[in-house]
């Protein structure tokens, strides 16, 4: 295998079969039904079809409380157990003792250690990078192994030029939300731009979190929009990726399955890979400790 494409989606577990609640019962998205007959629930939460696995991965950690982005996350690229290390679960952001366990353990960094090329793809606002020259640390624990790891954030420029992808696929929110004058992207184009950055890296990496903004019901407008662009994306990838292209769809704990209420879930999480990844990671991958180890042996050698 060529190289690796590591989407993260945010709050995203595998929930009830119950339209009322779940958004998978309620919205084709097709990125799961064109591979499965049928949408992933507590009740049938594996699938195999056409080259493409879909299982569920532990993130409760053995730890009492609801799991965390912050402990999840570090778990999820660190390889050990964040919210075990702190006793709690414990986010949005990495509690200040992960930081020396993150700059020194996390996945990218490993894996440029070995020689190997990382790519994190979102780009940022300047607002963005104004909080980060007043020397704060409070941003999520994927940006901070980038920045731990010496991958230059990406910003505007990169996101004229196709060298990056706005966090909601499409640039809409960096229009509605920032007011930059940037051009609407089609899913479509946006999976094209990934599947080209990817040809030239090992791992590539990008981060998507409005699942876990609908979960918390920040956003409560447009969600058929925006459940369409993320199903249009993800199966423009799932459909055009090279066979010498791996890829690995995954979270860090539940919420976006199950929208009755506004906190996250106990369920497990949402796994999905194709290509090489499909056969090694669906016996391998248990809980989020073992993602980062499941890529650094598909990628190491």
């Given at each position: 295998m060529k190289n690796l494409i590591f989407i993260f989606l945010d709050g995203v577990g595998i929930g009830e079969a119950d339209k009322s609640k779940n958004p998978f019962f309620n919205y084709d998205f097709k990125f799961l039904s064109t591979f499965f007959k049928e949408m992933p629930s507590i009740q049938n939460?594996?699938?195999?079809?056409?080259?493409?696995?879909?299982?569920?991965?532990d993130a409760n950690l053995s730890v009492?409380?609801?799991?965390?982005?912050g402990t999840?996350?570090?778990?999820?690229?660190?390889?050990?157990?964040?919210?075990?290390?702190i006793g709690k679960h414990f986010g949005p952001f990495p509690y200040s003792l992960?930081?020396?366990?993150?700059?020194?353990?996390?996945?990218?960094?490993?894996l440029i250690e070995h020689g190997k090329k990382v790519d994190f793809v979102?780009?940022?606002?300047?607002?963005?990078?104004?909080?980060?020259?007043?020397?704060?640390?409070?941003?999520?624990?994927?940006?901070?192994?980038?920045?731990?790891?010496?991958?230059?954030?990406?910003?505007?420029?990169?996101?004229?030029?196709?060298?990056?992808?706005?966090?909601?696929?499409?640039?809409?929110?960096?229009?509605?939300?920032?007011?930059?004058?940037?051009?609407?992207?089609?899913?479509?184009?946006?999976?094209?731009?990934?599947?080209?950055?990817?040809?030239?890296?090992?791992?590539?990496v990008f981060e998507y979190f409005l699942t876990d903004?609908?979960?918390?019901?920040?956003?409560?407008?447009?969600?058929?929009?925006?459940?369409?662009?993320l199903d249009d994306f993800l199966l423009y990838i799932l459909n055009n990726t090279p066979p010498e292209t791996g890829v690995l769809i995954v979270s860090?704990?539940?919420?976006?399955?199950?929208?009755?209420?506004?906190?996250?879930?106990?369920?497990?999480?949402?796994?999905?890979?194709?290509?090489?990844?499909?056969?090694?990671?669906k016996d391998k991958v248990k809980s989020l400790i073992d993602v980062k180890w499941a890529i650094l042996e598909l990628l190491k050698n």
């Open positions: 939460p594996r699938m195999e079809s056409r080259g493409v696995s879909l299982f569920p991965v009492e409380g609801l799991p965390q982005s999840g996350q570090v778990s999820l690229l660190c390889g050990f157990n964040g919210a075990e290390f992960h930081h020396d366990e993150i700059r020194n353990k996390n996945l990218f960094h490993i979102n780009a940022y606002p300047k607002l963005f990078f104004d909080y980060l020259n007043k020397q704060k640390r409070r941003i999520g624990t994927f940006a901070l192994s980038a920045l731990y790891s010496g991958i230059r954030l990406k910003g505007l420029e990169d996101l004229r030029s196709g060298r990056a992808l706005s966090n909601d696929i499409t640039n809409i929110r960096w229009q509605t939300r920032l007011s930059y004058k940037l051009k609407t992207v089609l899913p479509a184009t946006a999976a094209k731009r990934l599947l080209k950055i990817a040809d030239k890296n090992d791992l590539t903004h609908i979960g918390h019901r920040r956003i409560t407008e447009n969600l058929d929009e925006i459940y369409k662009e860090d704990h539940g919420n976006f399955e199950d929208l009755s209420v506004k906190t996250h879930t106990f369920n497990p999480v949402f796994c999905m890979t194709k290509g090489v990844p499909a056969e090694q990671f």
